[in-house]
């Protein structure tokens, strides 16, 4: 799969409710706290992420919960690859294992479903899934 047909599969998704959205941010602190705790908490981490990167995977559970706020104020699928492609290529680099993001995005999803309304969570899955699903082509596409 290339780029451009991600890009074609993305802008099928539904920017959330200007509701939606500000749910998510007002809620934003509370799942970024959640979601650190399960991770830390998991006996595979250093598996999944390395030695000594528990700062940088904390680093990126905020950035990416604030990359999808903004994504959720304004969808922009190339963003939204470039971004993704981009984190494909760094965080390997610096000892994580390709299985933390479906970890990661796993408890992401856990936790907005647990903090938000059913309607915020239900404009809030798609993206999400679409990570879920397309992560094989992300990891190809950011090595070549």
């Not at 399960?38 to 700062?55: H, K, T, V």
């Not at 971004?83 to 760094?90: D, I, N, S």
Request: glycine share 2%; charged share 25%.
């Amino acid at each position: 799969m290339t780029k451009e047909e991600l890009i074609s599969i993305a802008r099928q998704l539904k920017q959330p409710s200007k509701k939606t959205q500000k749910e998510f941010e007002d809620k934003l602190d509370i799942i970024l706290s959640d979601v650190n705790k399960i991770m830390l908490s998991r006996p595979d981490l250093i598996m999944l992420i390395g030695e000594n990167n528990e700062a940088m995977m904390l680093d990126n559970h905020r950035n990416q919960l604030r990359f999808m706020n903004s994504m959720f104020m304004c969808f922009n699928p190339e963003i939204l690859i470039e971004t993704v492609l981009w984190v494909f290529r760094a965080y390997p680099n610096h000892g994580f294992n390709l299985t933390y993001w479906p970890a990661m995005l796993n408890v992401v999803l856990d936790e907005i479903e647990k903090e938000l309304s059913n309607d915020a969570f239900n404009q809030l899955k798609p993206f999400y899934t679409w990570l879920l699903i397309y992560q094989p082509f992300f990891t190809k596409l950011a090595n070549q």
